[in-house]
Each structure stands twice: as structure tokens, then as C-alpha cells.
T-cell receptor, first 113, second 114 residues
């Protein structure tokens, strides 16, 4: 079984500042890793995913994440955030050979002017 | 591509009433997932179907909850009788026959049980 820990439940940051949202996972098998974003009153939308290959993954809206196998981490970063990035961000993991996603508890990113 | 469609978007009902939530997955997708999201518990997987067959329903809270998928383009989640603690946002997601396990989420149904 897989598990995901998002270490920060809330991250306040000023507009145009950089941000990192942390995600650690545990698994005994090869995994795929995902970041989803949920804007207020909406469903979850895929930001980016890591399947294999390059450990640095670029996604939509200027976000990127780096897969670190030795640290079992998949932290999400953006060099300069906008007010419109205010949302909840979910890290998720699945076994490479499986069907289901296991989600972390979410991190609420609050971008302040 | 219309995406995953859920109805209704909002439902307010009284305790004891039956509630039916509906989902239309993306055409061609062969897996469908029902999730519940609350402040206390976060995002929980309730049940998932593969090729219209329930594969894992271990997340279904109790017998008051039931889910069906009569065909590839429609699924329902029913709560009977409903209770105030069932108040949550219920999401449906679908997945194509791909190897990357990406799920596509609907907009959710916000259920309030009074």
C-alpha cells in the first residue's frame, strides 16, 4: 500500500514570492506521482505528473515538481506566485501497476497581495 | 470533450430522505471513482468501478450507501436514509485505459443534509 504526507496544511505567501509545497510518500513498489489543484468550489484538476524519466517535471501555470527517490519526495514549486494561484493542492501517488490514487491531506496555498 | 458531468451540483435535503447523485464519465473511459470530501476527513475514496464492475467498495461508510454503474456512461451513488454527517462534497472521477493512472474529476455535488 502507498501513503502520502503533505507536511503543511496551509502555506501563506505574498504575491510574486516563490513557493514550495512539500509532499512525501511511502511505497514498496514503483510509483507514479501527481499534483492536483482544486480552486474554490471546483473539482480537482491535474497540474503535473511523474511517470518515469526526467525527475524534474513541468506542469501547467508555471508549476514544476522534482521527484527524489532517495528522499521519497515530490515537492511542488513555483518561482513567482499570483493571487490566482490561491487554491488547495493535493499530492497523490499510485502504484505503477495499479488503478487507484492515494491522496495526501492537501495544502491550502494562500497568496496575499 | 465535455469532461466528467455530475448532477445535481447542489443538493439540500432533510435527514431520513433518499439522495441520489449522478455521474457521467468521459466517453471511452473504463474506470470510475466516487470520492467524498469533508474538512475533517479530507478526500476519501468510496468505491471504484472497472468496466462497470465494482472492484473496491471498502471505502463505503455503511449500508446506507450504495453505488451502481448500469452502463459505461452512467453511475449513481445513493444514500438512504441520509444523515447530517453525510454532508460533504461528492466527486466522481473517471480514468481511461491508459497506463498512467491519471483521473479526471467532475465538478462535484455539494450535499447538505439538515
Amino acid at each position: 500500500a502507498q501513503s502520502v504526507t503533505q507536511l503543511d496544511s496551509q502555506v501563506p505567501v505574498f504575491e510574486e514570492a516563490p513557493v514550495e509545497l512539500r509532499c512525501n510518500y511511502s511505497s514498496s513498489v514503483s510509483v507514479y506521482l501527481f499534483w492536483y489543484v482544486q480552486y474554490p468550489n471546483q473539482g480537482l484538476q491535474l497540474l503535473l505528473k511523474y511517470l518515469s524519466g526526467s525527475t524534474l517535471v513541468k506542469g501547467i501555470n508555471g508549476f514544476e515538481a522534482e521527484f527524489n527517490k532517495s528522499q521519497t519526495s515530490f515537492h511542488l514549486r513555483k518561482p513567482s506566485v499570483h493571487i490566482s494561484d490561491t487554491a488547495e493542492y493535493f499530492c497523490a501517488v499510485s502504484a505503477a501497476a495499479g488503478n487507484m490514487l492515494t491522496f495526501g491531506g492537501g495544502t491550502r496555498l494562500m497568496v496575499k497581495p | 470533450d465535455a469532461g466528467v458531468i455530475q448532477s445535481p451540483r447542489h443538493e439540500v435535503t432533510e435527514m431520513g430522505q433518499e439522495v441520489t447523485l449522478r455521474c457521467k464519465p468521459i466517453s471511452g473511459h473504463n474506470s470510475l471513482f466516487w470520492y467524498r470530501q469533508t474538512m475533517m476527513r479530507g478526500l476519501e475514496l468510496l468505491i471504484y468501478f472497472n468496466n462497470n464492475v465494482p472492484i473496491d467498495d471498502s471505502g463505503m461508510p455503511e449500508d446506507r450507501f450504495s453505488a451502481k454503474m448500469p452502463n459505461a456512461s452512467f453511475s449513481t451513488l445513493k444514500i438512504q436514509p441520509s444523515e447530517p454527517r453525510d454532508s460533504a462534497v461528492y466527486f466522481c472521477a473517471s480514468r481511461g485505459d491508459s497506463r498512467d493512472n491519471e483521473q479526471f474529476f467532475g465538478p462535484g455535488t455539494r450535499l447538505t443534509v439538515l
